[in-house]
């Protein structure tokens, strides 16, 4: 369960990013986060993951008060997490079998199945071909798919996607939100950035609007 | 296997493959600490050297007591006991005024050419003592003839030669300046290490920046960079220290005569034992401090976001 | 005028990224370039300005023969485009303003003009108010805008445009999209590779459809 | 303005804007220089100084010739023409049997305690001959002094003191090994300097690669980075001067007894000007070297693909 009360976000000079934001989230859900450009959008996330603070309100996410964490304990939160950045975050020295089981390791999981499920991962976005390239090496949708399967390997229990089908074809894009609904069904909460009016349409899923940092419909 | 070792051993997996990932800055590193521990140690070797030279000549040195004709032997015997209860003296050598003017007008032959035959001699008997190596012996020394000067039986006392006095307080500065040229060369040193592993730790903050958001603890994060720099360490200085001992032999060899000419027996020496651990020890003491200031000042500042 | 004749680009391992293309492009030509994830358009905008080199074929930009040119003159042939990277490459440690500024720097510009140039260029993408700020405090879109600045602003004679959009809501796009036409019907060419369904849909230009390599329809 | 000026104030004003985005780089750089000028400055003030001294006490040597008793005049003006035709010869002093007899007698008693009165004196005339200072100056002495053995009217030859002569090849075995230690250290230095150097601008390939990407001619892209160098080498070499600059006036006053006492009249040295802009000159150099080799070799790779 996720939910944020009355967050204000301000990063430093001009109108607050987001300004008395609420929104709750029940577990098990799918919900897409959309709004035009610099809506705040990407600040939600970065605050869900602890990687920004927020300079009032509250934020819950499984019952964690993120706002309490510190540097030695934010890990715990993020391990329930499985995020796709915007910018994606491939480690450029690392291929991208490498960049996927990566995620496992920082977790400390079971070697034996490292490899196991770094192969599954890269077989669900369709890159089993690619996997001894570097990032360097690969498309810009490559590298999105690349970010999407480093988010999933761990099956975490909440995944958040910021914007991850931005550099993907329509066909590609439609079995990547298949794979998410798959997921979901198996108990994931997500929340999904998108500004594609492609992936809202079918209108399966809550959709929340952002508009300058403030919620418009959710 | 118990978390704790896992976590090592992890660890240790995360170096070796960064090290791969980064062969560049990883080997630009190791160099500098190999450059770094180089200049140390042959600063090092040359203080040592310049010390065991110091102590070799120094063994040199020597009291002459010169006895007055009139010397009474209850006089005599006196002197032998104060010279016996003195500890710092390491020989004692009776000299007769026969074998002293024979000696004497041997060194003037040889090095004025011209045959001293005065029909009787002049010189009056006399002790050669020589003293036991230690920290303040010269002054030990000096105190000790003021002492024998004022002892009826002694006619005068020679000690050391002119230079020898020169010499040692030539050494004495060198070392005290060695010594400030070293610790300003160390602070140097260390300083130039640990900017070059700040500045390899830099070049990654993306990585430890993914790290941390993708759930690595604080010290998952921080180990790999800190066994790095120590390995980083170690692998400098052993470098560095290869190549010292290739140097050290090579001298050795070749400037045995010019050292054989400069102190008899004294051997060229190297960085002892002691300090070549500490060397290691310092090398690799730099490689985890740097990397670890490195990794955990980049980490308050995220930290602070 | 743009032109590719049987180019063959292969980067190593694998099928070729580009398998004998061919594509003419007039002067003036709006362009847009489509194929899924990995089809090779990416890879066509690099061969254009220099960037990849390729193994067999023809490619002429404007006259020149792009593979006869070497690191001494390629930025004359550079100095014609405006390209618009897929990842943006903005430099971390300028500011908005300075990331335009630079593009007429490093090409020798009027110092005087290149302030008022700038002033326009982030006018025209909506970005004024976030001038001094640097790419990291900018959200996904706001930066894709900045990188479209800064390909505009020299008004060069072509523009490369690689998945301009994607990072970008519907209203935004649009617009950008408006302006991408206006300069082209002052004369400039524009190839523009997307993946966006709503961009292609009004179907006002030529579109080539690439895919493995392989032109499908052009 | 023409194009040349033009593209030199882009570059500059381009270095001036990449200083302040990569002030810490910049201040590594700079403080790694610093570092490495400041060693090798300090190994050069040493060197000079040894030197010095080296020299102050090589002043003393001096040639003794004694005379036969019964040399005829013309063999004593023979004797003096060549002195005279020795063009390296600075001063010659003609010592009688009586004045040296005098002394030597004077000094023995100092010395020994004893004084001497044999009612004769047993000492020739003699010959003192000090020598202009010139590199090979004790290997002509005893030469020349050889040459005068050989003459007629010349009793013996007495050259130098034992100690000098140890005492030199001492010093010239100092001078050599500080010698090789110098190359060493510069050789290091240099490798440490351009490696920092290389580094800060690994850090910065992805600008590289945007400014060739978006019609940069290479040396628009180089010129900046070289400037960088540049400065970084001059910033470097006059921080570390004025640092040493600062030793050098301490040392100077704190130990200027025990100089005077080394070597009475010897100025402590600071490194003598040609050196101070060869030290400057060299670090600017470096600066230039490392970073047109490092965009280069960067460029290189990227032109490559
Ligand atoms: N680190 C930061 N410092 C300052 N301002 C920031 C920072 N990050 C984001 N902002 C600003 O906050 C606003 C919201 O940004 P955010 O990234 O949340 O937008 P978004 O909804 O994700 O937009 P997009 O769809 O373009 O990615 C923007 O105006 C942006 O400029
Ligand atoms: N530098 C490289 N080295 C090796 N392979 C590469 C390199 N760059 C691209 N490729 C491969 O070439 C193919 C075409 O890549 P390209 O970037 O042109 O695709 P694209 O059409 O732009 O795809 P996207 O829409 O995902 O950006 C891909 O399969 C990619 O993996
Ligand atoms: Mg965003
Ligand atoms: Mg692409």
């Known amino acids: 369960m996720i939910q944020l009360f009355n967050v204000i976000k301000n990063y430093g000079s001009g109108k607050p990013a987001l300004d008395d934001v609420s929104i709750k989230i029940e577990k098990g859900e799918f919900v897409f986060l959309t709004g035009p450009s610099g809506a705040g959008k990407t600040t939600i996330l970065k605050i869900l993951f602890g990687w920004e603070h927020y300079e009032e309100g509250q934020v819950l996410v499984q019952g964690i008060n993120v706002g309490r964490l510190d540097a030695g304990n934010i890990h715990t939160l993020r391990r329930s997490m499985g995020v796709i950045f915007q910018d994606y975050k491939l480690l450029p020295n690392k291929t991208v079998f490498e960049n996927v089981a990566f995620a496992q390791e920082v977790t400390n999981r079971d070697r034996k199945k490292i490899k196991f499920k770094t192969w599954e991962a890269l077989k669900n976005v369709g890159l089993t071909p690619k996997k001894d390239s570097f990032p360097a090496q690969l498309s810009g949708g490559e590298q999105q798919r690349v970010a999407i399967a480093r988010a999933m390997v761990n099956t975490p229990p909440i995944i958040l996607a910021d914007e991850p089908t931005g550099n993907l074809d329509q066909e590609i894009s439609s079995e990547i939100l298949k794979l998410f609904e798959e997921i979901n069904r198996n108990g994931a909460t997500i929340v999904f950035a998108t500004h594609s009016q492609e992936i809202l349409k079918p209108g399966k899923h809550r959709v929340i609007v952002l508009n300058r940092g403030k919620v418009v419909s959710s | ?305």
Chains 1, 3 share one sequence.
């Open chain 2, 1 to 305: 296997m118990n978390s704790a070792t896992q976590t090592l051993l992890t660890s240790l997996r995360t170096t070796v493959s960064n090290i791969r990932a980064n062969k560049q800055t990883f080997l630009i590193s190791v160099m500098t600490i190999a450059i770094s521990v180089g200049i140390l140690g042959l600063f090092l070797i040359i203080f040592f050297n310049l010390n065991a030279l110091l102590t070799s000549w120094n063994q040199q040195v020597q009291l002459v007591v010169y006895l007055k004709n009139d010397i009474s032997p209850s006089e005599k015997s006196d002197l032998k006991d104060i010279f016996k209860s003195n500890s710092k003296i390491q020989s004692m050598e009776e000299v007769s005024k026969e074998k002293a003017w024979e000696e004497f007008k041997l060194t003037q032959k040889n090095s004025v050419g011209l045959e001293l035959d005065l029909g009787f001699n002049p010189l009056p008997d006399s002790y050669k003592i020589r003293f036991k190596a230690s920290e303040n012996r010269s002054r030990h020394i000096s105190e000790f003839a003021g002492q024998l000067q004022k002892n009826r039986g002694v006619e005068s006392v020679e000690y050391g030669e002119k230079w020898i006095d020169r010499f040692e307080k030539f050494m004495i500065f060198c070392q005290l300046f060695l010594l400030g040229v070293g610790v300003l060369l160390s602070l140097g040193l260390i300083l130039i290490i640990s900017n070059t592993i700040r500045l390899s730790i830099y070049s990654r903050q993306d990585e430890i920046e993914l790290m941390l958001l993708i759930g690595a603890t604080p010290s998952f994060v921080k180990i790999p960079f800190i066994f790095e720099g120590i390995l980083q360490g170690l692998a400098g200085s052993f470098v560095s220290l290869g190549f010292m001992g290739a140097v050290y032999s090579y001298l050795k060899t070749e400037f045995r005569p010019s050292i054989d000419s400069l102190a008899r027996g004294m051997e060229l020496q190297f960085i002892s034992q002691p300090f070549l651990l500490m060397l290691v020890g310092l090398s690799i003491l730099i490689g985890f401090v740097a990397s670890y200031i490195s990794t955990y000042q980049y980490m308050q500042v995220l930290n602070k976001r």
